[in-house]
């Protein structure tokens, strides 16, 4: 007997995922709806952005825990990509995990971020990357609280922080 192996790997591209060891899961990439990504050079991403949020976003960098703008920041609003705009974290999502870094149990939409293997450091993780402008952003972990059981750790300097708009008076 022969064993087709062809419309197996056809079957799991189709499905669009990949199963890492050490339970490190990673989800796919976004859909066709996503908006367009932005693209730029090393030179225009440092002349936007601050050398701290040059340094995480393009250069996959990390901050020190418990010293980023946004880790114990408790606004209703949106968190969006500091590099490109894009929503990625409605504060609603947002809670304390003791970590140090802003954490939240799920992004804006599942297309707004993008889930690639991190087996930097010695370790196997998830990194997550703004949709938008593929700007590094933290990491997600199955650590998290209900409904999603996931910690979406993000270093407060990929975010920009929009505030949500008051509501209008009653009558208007």
């Known amino acids: 007997m022969r064993i087709m192996w062809a419309p197996a790997l056809v079957l799991v591209a189709a499905l669009s995922f990949t199963v890492w060891p050490a339970a490190a899961v990673v989800r796919p990439s976004p859909s066709a709806t996503a908006r367009p990504r932005v ?6 991403w ?5 050398p701290e949020a040059y340094h995480v976003t ?5 901050e020190p825990p418990f010293s980023g703008a946004y880790w114990n920041h408790h606004a209703k609003g949106t968190y969006a990509c500091v590099a490109c705009t894009a929503p ?4 609603g999502a947002k809670y304390d995990s003791g970590s140090g870094w802003p954490s939240f149990f799920q992004p804006v939409a ?4 993008r889930e690639l293997p991190d087996r930097t450091l010695g370790m196997v993780r998830v990194e997550l ?3 938008g402008c593929d700007g590094h952003l933290g990491h997600v972990f199955e650590d998290g609280p209900r409904p999603t059981g996931r910690r ?11 505030a949500a708009s008051p509501a209008p008076p009653h009558g208007r």
């Open 46 to 50: 440092r002349k936007q952005l601050s």
């Open 58 to 62: 393009r250069q996959c960098g990390t």
């Open 110 to 113: 599942p297309d707004a971020v």
């Open 88 to 91: 990625l974290f409605a504060s």
């Open 152 to 162: 979406y750790c993000i270093n407060s300097a990929a975010l920009r922080f929009v």
């Open 129 to 131: 990357r703004c949709a």
């Open 39 to 44: 693209v730029r050079s090393d030179a225009e």
